[in-house]
């Protein structure tokens, strides 16, 4: 025990108490915040492998499911298992998941990555088998297109900055030219996995706002390229871009034209990804990456 004076104006008052070291509360908060930060650091790291199953394209990787305009994958591996965009019909994107070994109820979160009917179409039909999830949209999606997410019985998050979607998933910033779309980062064991539905910002430009955010180099990027009129300038800058991000390994689909997966594939070498429909691309340790 001790003896404190307290002085206050007209008198001197002698306290004994034990000694209390009193600390802003705002201390406090920085402290558990800072704990928090590290904790989910801690968990995003515990994933020893990320699984992206191709559910809906026009490029084919595997027989047994049915191809068409359009992408949707299934992530596995973190912190729940997600549905990155729809495809553009619901009873097609439900049947190829059926094939994949996939349930709607499996689901915790769908993605959309901008508002075109290829990404989107599948929506309506996939929330009447599983309205039980969260569905992350850009905030400048149409106003009807987000009131029947939320009538619908599912939680609505409605995105602009990157957005956290669970352990070891958050979505990129929403960029909006030439038109609104965000992309998918993924902690995989290799670094940051960033997915695509079209990229109509450009693939390089995605990379980057998955690379700020992440404040590291992404380690590989999958999904549409919108570069099925590029040109060799186009296509070489593009890998160049990819490059200067750290990118080790692609996976082009959808979208990305043949000429383009050609030029990647000559130009990663061993590290290009063969993408399409029924692929499953597995991150994990060295011996275990790879196209299934």
């Not at 994958?73 to 619901?90: R, S």
Request: one cysteine or more; glycine letters at 10%; charged letters at 25%.
């Amino acid at each position: 025990m001790h003896s404190v004076a307290i002085t206050k104006p007209g008198r001197t008052t002698v306290v004994s108490a034990a000694l209390v070291l009193v600390v802003p509360l705002s201390w406090l908060s920085a402290g558990r915040a800072g704990a928090q930060d590290r904790a989910a650091a801690q968990r995003e790291k515990r994933a020893d492998r990320v699984v992206v199953t191709v559910v809906f394209d026009n490029y084919r990787f595997k027989e047994g499911m049915q191809t068409a305009w359009g992408f949707a994958c299934v992530i596995e591996g973190l912190g729940e298992t997600i549905l990155f965009d729809t495809g553009g019909d619901g009873k097609l994107l439900l049947a190829n998941m059926a094939k994949a070994g996939f349930r709607p109820e499996q689901i915790g979160s769908v993605i959309l990555s901008h508002f075109h009917s290829d990404h989107t179409g599948g929506l309506a039909e996939f929330l009447k088998a599983n309205p039980k999830l969260r569905v992350f949209v850009p905030k400048a999606f149409p106003a009807d297109f987000r009131k029947n997410v939320a009538e619908s019985g599912a939680e609505l998050v409605e995105t602009e900055g990157p957005c956290r979607v669970c352990d070891g998933a958050w979505t990129t910033e929403v960029l909006t030219e030439p038109l609104v779309e965000q992309g998918l980062c993924l902690t995989a064991p290799q670094g940051p996995v960033v997915v695509t539905g079209c990229a109509h910002p450009g693939i390089v430009q995605m990379a980057e706002a998955a690379r700020r955010h992440a404040k590291k180099p992404i380690f590989a990027v999958l999904g549409g390229f919108h570069m099925t009129r590029a040109s060799d300038d186009q296509i070489e800058a593009a890998i160049r871009g990819l490059r200067e991000n750290g990118v080790r390994r692609v996976a082009p689909s959808h979208c990305s034209g043949d000429k383009t997966r050609q030029a990647m594939e000559q130009a990663f070498g061993e590290q290009y990804m063969r993408s399409g429909l029924g692929a499953r691309l597995v991150f994990g340790d060295k011996q275990d990456d790879a196209t299934r």
